[in-house]
């Protein structure tokens, strides 16, 4: 009987759909993250073949197939790229981008990735990396005796050393750029990699080419709405349970008249 397969196949969807509202909620409070969303498509349909027919009232000639739906698949897992929350740490060093573009890491192994997780620090010779310790782009060194830093929304990184009354531009962040930013590949650790899907970078300055502006002291909270993703939960579990029904249905039609 198809309708078991027909069954098993929402379940199976309605399984990912879970494990991927389960990931969102497990990352509601990971710095810039963005949340995911599944989408789902319909199976091929059978054809099956009747005699074709006329209507009665326009006497118009109906098909004579009859097409009868095999299912559902995931079709795909969008990141959505809202803007999360701003929230203030009056930390010097971390920094949020008040609307698009991403932060450009440098990698060990000389590739550069993208994020929006602005949660930076100074290695012991003076670069400011992220929390892993890889290396923001392009690179800014500060001077050891650097009493203040300063970081304005153009992206301009200033640092006041002992015995200077004004400080002095010592760098400037800037800013990466996706056609299609939605298209970035995931590579775990708050960080996104370029893809066919997403285009090349466009490199431009904060607050400059479509990009936003950076805000020093702040960082993006992610970008989940967890009543939301509840919800969400909610109408997979009672997917999942009528797709359940619809297999014990099947299963007990299948049994022999008069079996108990």
Request: neutral net charge; charged residues 15%.
């Amino acid at each position: 009987m198809q309708a078991l397969q027909t069954a098993a196949t929402g379940m199976l969807a309605q399984e990912r759909r879970t494990d991927v509202i389960a990931n969102n909620l497990a990352n509601m409070n990971t710095t810039g993250y963005q949340r995911r969303r599944l989408e789902f498509n319909a199976l091929i349909y059978k054809a099956s073949p009747r005699p074709a027919s006329r209507e009665s009232s326009a006497g118009d000639l109906v098909p004579g197939v009859v097409h009868s739906g095999m299912g559902v698949k995931a079709a795909a897992t969008y990141r959505i790229t809202d803007q999360g929350f701003l929230k203030a740490t009056e930390k010097p060093l971390d920094m949020a981008i008040q609307g698009g573009g991403y932060f450009q890491i440098q990698l060990p192994n000389g590739e550069t990735a993208y994020t929006r997780d602005g949660n930076f620090q100074l290695d012991p010779e003076g670069q400011i990396v992220n929390q892993d310790g890889f290396v923001l782009q392009p690179g800014i060194n500060i001077p050891a005796n650097t009493q203040q830093i300063t970081v304005n929304a153009k992206g301009e990184v200033l640092a006041k050393t002992a015995g200077q009354e004004t400080p002095v531009a010592v760098g400037t962040i800037q800013i990466a750029l996706f056609a299609n930013a939605g298209g970035l590949r995931a590579l775990g650790d708050n960080l996104y990699g370029a893809d066919p899907q997403s285009g090349a970078p466009t490199i431009v300055n904060p607050g400059g080419g479509g990009s936003g502006a950076l805000l020093q002291g702040f960082v993006e909270t992610s970008n989940v709405n967890p009543i939301d993703e509840i919800s969400k939960l909610i109408k997979a579990h009672r997917a999942y349970d009528m797709n359940s029904k619809v297999l014990q249905t099947a299963d007990a039609m299948m049994a022999p008249i008069g079996a108990k």
